[in-house]
């Protein structure tokens, strides 16, 4: 089974009522989370019942090859407004 690397970022109340309203935020928050999770497997069941339940302020992810010890290839990015995983596996 293909598994993943993911690493998305999570914008605080703050800064989401911000970028909700369309208003300048300061994009290196230190209350804004970077959340990190080895060993995904399907990428839109993670966007749906991991993000979105979890983390609903998440505004992109990026998908990395999990290879243990080491930081993987890029695989990938999403946005939650813009292109969602459509499969569950990233080629
Ligand atoms: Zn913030």
Redesign the pocket.
């Known amino acids: 089974m293909k598994r993943y690397r993911v690493i998305a970022k999570a914008?605080?109340d703050?800064?989401?009522t911000k970028s909700l309203n369309n208003t300048w935020?300061?994009v290196r928050?230190?209350?804004?989370t970077w959340a990190k999770w080895n060993n995904v497997t399907n990428l839109i069941k993670f966007t749906s019942d991991v993000l979105d339940k979890d983390h609903p302020n998440w505004v992109f992810f990026n998908v990395f090859e999990y290879i243990k010890g080491e930081n993987g290839r890029r695989l990938g990015s999403y946005q939650k407004n813009g292109k969602r995983p459509i499969t569950p596996f990233e080629l």
């Open positions: 914008l605080c703050d800064c989401n935020f300061d928050c230190n209350n804004c």
